[in-house]
């Protein structure tokens, strides 16, 4: 009987975790308990680290951690927690629509070595097929459209370190714009079809989401540092967080094509995102803002500024359907063991041999009269290889395929934030329209733009950046009209 007890308060314990989010100088702790396919929140708490303690410091950060889950009746469960925007690297790819579900991961692999800004081997890489935007990246060719996260490995040691010196085990590292697009889809507030912005403002950074649906399409990672004080010193963080979220939006629907953003929530911890929602509001009267509460839509314990914990609840949300987050750098999906392509085109060779050894005997047998039962059994030899050797040439298909199709490939994604980072800022200027066009022959791209700016200096200082980053640049003409906003040249 006692054996029975000690193995149903293990099982009953293990359905209990804490989802952590650690934001600046904040950690924020929601304690859930999961039962069947559901998860409810037993407790939520929030605990600011000391201006002395440095938030670099893993060793430190954990203790603090320690204590507070302790103190908040929260220990001894095991944590998921989250990677900032800021410290992964997302990245849409193609592959061959004849690469199978179990060849995903290697196929993965093999192709994002080439397009990261660092080492592969000093990576953790997870992917995911179903929870994008498939109009981001749609192929042309009918193939699988993934999207691919890597982070560091300093960064996922970082976590695991906290987890470890807080004395618990660290059982998910997911990524933080998909906890907040949980914690808004649990909300029930958003439609199918429906384009929205999601703007999670954090002390050091400012995630920005742009989402068709609950399928995320697009994110950046903003840093701008909020101002601390009362409301009056927030006024020029509101200025540059409104800039980046409409540089953003603009951004993305130009290069898009897209049609206008219908909704933005925003969600954050520094007291100023109902400012924010009200300011942004006023500014885009396209566009409808509101601050997102989950406490509206969620059955959860009286706590102040739920806004605050959304990347929290979202975290713990998403055990309700079996790790339904679709990026987790403990345990993230790792390739199958590579095909030694070296041995499988020896086999082919051999095969390919062994076909043509088989034809000589078999004409030889021919030209012998009497020797019918010869003539069969060649035959019959003949038509066995050939059933296995269709299958060795699908492999050497493929593999060209492959080749070719890497061979091709252009780093799009690095290309735009290299244009992005260059361009004039959206207080300097904003893109009106832009065009492409490639030459079959040099396969050179021509990218033809038209933007408003402020003054003539602007146009100076872009040609004089974009030539330096080995852009060729070569402006047209244009003209002094002053549109609504206080743009002057086009």
């Known amino acids: 009987m006692s054996r029975f007890w000690d193995m149903f308060l293990a099982n009953f314990k293990s359905r209990r975790f804490v989802a952590v ?55 001894g469960e095991p944590l998921l927690m989250n990677v900032p925007r800021g410290q992964a690297v997302l990245k849409t790819i193609s592959l061959p629509a004849q690469v199978g579900r179990d060849e995903l991961a290697g196929m993965v692999q093999y192709q994002v070595e080439k397009e990261l800004p660092f080492r592969p081997e000093e990576a953790v890489i997870d ?43 660290l059982m998910r590292l997911g990524l933080r714009p998909y906890a907040n697009i949980r914690c808004l889809g649990a909300c029930g507030i958003t439609k199918d079809a429906e384009g929205s912005a999601l703007v999670y403002v954090g002390s050091e950074e400012t995630e920005i989401n742009i989402l068709f649906g609950q399928s995320l399409a697009f994110s950046r990672s903003a840093a701008v540092k909020v101002a601390d004080g009362n409301s009056d010193s927030h006024g020029e963080s509101v200025n540059m967080l409104i800039a980046e979220i409409v540089r953003t939006i603009q951004s993305y629907q130009t ?103 088989a034809a000589v005997l078999g004409a030889n047998a021919m030209y ?20 296995e050797n269709k299958a060795r040439e699908a492999v050497i298909t493929r593999a060209r395929a492959i080749e070719t199709w890497t061979n091709t490939g252009r780093g799009w994604l690095d290309q ?17 329209g832009m065009s492409f066009s490639t030459n079959r022959d040099t396969r050179n791209t021509t990218i033809d733009f038209r933007i408003r700016l402020r003054d003539a200096k602007t146009i100076d200082k872009m040609n004089e950046d974009l030539i330096a980053a080995g852009y060729m640049f070569k402006p047209a003409g244009h003209n002094q009209t002053t549109d609504d906003h206080g743009y002057i040249i086009e």
């Open 127 to 169: 992917f995911t097929v179903d929870d994008h935007a498939h109009s981001v990246a749609q192929p042309s060719d009918g193939g699988t459209s993934v999207l691919v996260a890597a982070v560091r490995l300093p960064v996922v040691e970082h976590f695991r370190q906290i987890a470890a010196s807080a004395g618990v085990k």
């Open 368 to 387: 012998i009269g009497g020797k019918r039962d010869e003539i069969k059994r060649q035959t019959s030899v003949l038509e066995n290889l050939k059933k």
């Open 255 to 357: 290069s898009h094509g897209i049609a206008g953003i219908d909704r933005a929530f925003i969600a954050g911890g520094t007291g100023l995102e109902r400012r924010l929602a009200d300011e942004l509001s006023r500014r885009s009267a396209s566009m409808k803002c509101q601050l997102l509460d989950p406490a509206g839509s969620m059955k959860l314990p009286h706590c102040e500024n739920i806004s605050a914990f959304t990347a929290a609840l979202g975290l713990a949300i998403s055990q309700a359907a079996d790790g339904e987050l679709p990026f987790d750098f403990v345990n993230p999906k790792r390739p199958v063991v590579r095909r030694d392509m070296k041995q499988i085109r020896l086999a082919a060779k051999i095969a390919a041999a062994a076909v043509l050894l």
């Open 21 to 75: 989010d650690v934001d600046g100088r904040f950690l924020r702790m929601v304690h859930a308990e999961q039962s069947s396919r559901q998860v409810r929140v037993l407790r939520m708490a929030a605990v600011s680290l000391p201006e002395s303690l440095d938030i670099a410091d893993a060793v430190a950060v954990g203790q603090l951690l320690g204590e507070a889950l302790k103190k908040n009746k929260m220990g």
């Open 416 to 432: 735009w934030a290299t244009l992005n980072a260059l361009l004039p800022d959206a207080r300097q200027g904003y893109l009106t």
